[in-house]
């Protein structure tokens, strides 16, 4: 019998696999797309596990901020384009945070890109990595913490109420550091494998002990906040003037064995809404 159905031209899945077989890896190595799978997850991992990292409320789309046009799309953008290159010198844009067994991405992805607009347009003067957590257990407004949220909510938070600063777990960064340890999904790594859902931890309106401020005076606030289209060139005209975006997709089934290249989804099966921070675009083997 037929293998995959074709949607547009484009291979699809059959229904019956599970997002983490064998078979579903197998599949998109075999169809010669432009991005290569690999495993992720291990194959006894529970999908309900999986769906609680992807963090985006699927009622985000009812609350969206304001949207900026710009209106002149400049005639020197590049083909590709790195914010980590052009402003090097922001220690927050080199960053890798680890979010844990939390669906917390729509903070991570907020607090990402804040902490590099916060370095970009001070020119370097101000380098803070603006704490995740504290949006996480604080932001009322924004969601259900480790159970999702709102990326819209956490920009606005920012602006209306202030976000201190905090990197990573277990380091001496900031106001208030992420309080959740890293760990592996259950592929060989030094790290702890992750086990279950975490709960969101209390909200506290208080510096880790040591730090030399208090909260309310360790708070940053945002100026402006907006929504830019999902038009490539208004993003892409957004991130070459004003630095990193955080973004929402959904999440197809194929994603979770994704390991290199260009995505495209060769799945139909939508498993949820993940959030990330965007750094710049380009082109790989012609795929743009």
């Known amino acids: 019998g037929l ?49 609680g990292l992807l963090g985006v409320n699927p009622k985000s789309k009812e609350y969206r901020l304001a949207e900026f046009v710009h209106e002149e799309i400049p005639d020197d953008l590049p083909e590709s384009f790195d ?6 010198h922001c220690d927050s844009i080199h960053l890798i945070r680890d979010q844990s067994t939390c669906g917390s991405c729509w903070a991570f ?13 001070s020119k370097g003067k101000i380098q ?8 996480l257990d604080c932001c009322h407004s924004c969601g259900d913490g480790c159970n999702g949220g709102n990326p819209a ?7 209306e109420r202030g976000l201190v600063s ?7 960064d900031g106001c208030k550091p992420y309080s959740l340890a890293p760990c592996e999904h259950h592929t060989k790594s030094s790290l702890p494998n ?9 909200c506290v309106h208080l510096c880790r002990k040591g730090y030399g401020k208090n909260y309310q005076h360790d708070k940053h606030f945002g100026k402006k906040v907006y929504s830019i289209s999902s038009d490539e060139k208004q993003i892409q005209t957004e991130i070459f003037k004003n630095g990193p975006v955080e973004a929402d997709f959904i999440v197809f089934a194929d994603f979770l064995s994704y390991k ?20 710049g675009w380009g082109t790989e083997n012609g795929t743009p």
């Open 83 to 88: 914010a980590r290159e052009k402003w090097s």
């Open 260 to 279: 290199s290249g260009v995505y495209q989804h060769h799945s139909d099966d939508v498993i949820g809404g993940h959030a990330i921070r965007i750094l």
């Open 194 to 202: 992750c086990t279950g859902s975490t709960p969101t931890p209390k």
């Open 3 to 51: 293998l995959a159905a074709v949607c547009f031209g484009r291979e699809i899945h059959p229904k019956r696999w599970h997002p983490l077989s064998d078979q579903m890896i197998n599949f998109i190595n075999r169809i010669n797309t432009t991005w290569k799978a690999g495993r992720n997850f291990d194959k006894s991992i529970s999908m309900s596990y999986i769906r």
């Open 128 to 135: 803070v990595n603006i704490s995740a957590e504290d949006l």
């Open 109 to 121: 992805g907020a607090t990402e890109a804040m902490s590099d607009r916060v370095c970009i347009h």
């Open 153 to 159: 909510a956490a920009w606005e938070y920012w602006k």
């Open 166 to 172: 905090g990197g990573l777990y277990g380091t001496p």
